[in-house]
């Protein structure tokens, strides 16, 4: 059982960058694979991004690619979105999810491989 708790999100302009973090918690922390789905009214949650325990392999959305960037701290048990260049099509609730894997290397990208969710925080980009 691994408890998230999500933060950083808000109301930004087009154009402009957001940062949002996961803090984990629990009794098993080690060799947990992490990722950003988000999800937006009327619309299949999706995956955003993801990092291996390792924090060496990462997974983008095309959607995002070249403007997200995910990162973890495994030291604080933390992982974040660095979301830049922001757009309208953006404006979700995003989820931050952990599992634990067999193998350091590996990402998770499908959100029915995910047990452990947080509770979502807000993003809207306004135009």
């Known amino acids: 059982q691994v408890q998230l708790v999500e933060s950083g999100g808000g109301l930004v302009q087009a154009g402009g960058s957001l940062r949002l973090s996961c803090a984990a918690s629990?009794?098993?922390?080690?060799?947990?694979?992490m990722a950003w789905f988000r999800q937006a009214p009327g619309k299949e949650r999706d995956v955003v991004a993801g990092?291996?325990?390792?924090?060496?392999?990462?997974y983008y959305a095309d959607s995002v690619k070249g403007r997200f960037t995910i990162s973890r701290d495994n030291a604080q048990n933390t992982v974040y979105l660095q979301m830049n260049s922001l757009k309208p099509q953006d404006t979700a609730v995003y989820y931050c999810?952990?599992?634990?894997?067999?193998?350091?290397?590996?990402?998770?990208?499908?959100?029915?491989?995910?047990?452990?969710w947080g509770q979502g925080t807000q993003v809207t980009v306004s135009s």
């Open positions: 629990g009794r098993t922390l080690n060799n947990i694979c």
């Open positions: 990092i291996s325990w390792n924090g060496v392999n990462t």
């Open positions: 999810a952990a599992e634990q894997v067999w193998d350091p290397r590996i990402v998770l990208v499908n959100s029915d491989n995910y047990n452990n």
